[in-house]
């Protein structure tokens, strides 16, 4: 069982910056990915960007493209989201997760690609 630790949410104010980070508990160097979903109140979780691996693709949510970007420290077993210009309706619980195995890039904004998660971070952007 993989354990994915997630950290640097918050409450910052629109326009603002954070970096949340993920931390898996294994190290999965023969193929895999990482992804970032969120969920508002009273909304469905939402895809927001993902890494595959070997290699460095990514794809993100139009909402959040140009604005966010994803990166991986392998070394660290680490993936980060850099969130910049931040609004009020990137508010949310922001969740990690971990497909073990190489999957289509494509397939990676489905919740169903993946097979650990966080907990979960909250995001406050307030209006």
């Known amino acids: 069982q993989v354990q994915l630790i997630e950290s640097g949410g918050g409450l910052v104010q629109a326009g603002g910056s954070l970096r949340l980070s993920c931390t898996a508990s294994?190290?999965?160097?023969?193929?895999?990915?990482m992804g970032w979903f969120r969920q508002a109140p009273g909304k469905e979780r939402e895809f927001v960007a993902t890494?595959?691996?070997?290699?460095?693709?990514?794809a993100y949510a139009d909402a959040v493209k140009d604005r966010f970007t994803i990166s991986r420290d392998s070394a660290k077993n680490t993936v980060y989201l850099q969130m910049h210009s931040l609004k009020p309706e990137d508010t949310a619980i922001y969740y990690c997760?971990?497909?073990?195995?190489?999957?289509?890039?494509?397939?990676?904004?489905?919740?169903?690609?993946?097979?650990?998660w966080g907990q979960g971070t909250q995001v406050t952007v307030p209006s």
């Open positions: 294994e190290r999965s160097n023969n193929g895999g990915a």
């Open positions: 997760a971990h497909a073990r195995q190489r999957v289509i890039l494509s397939r990676l904004r489905a919740a169903e690609a993946y097979d650990y």
């Open positions: 890494m595959r691996w070997p290699g460095t693709s990514t």
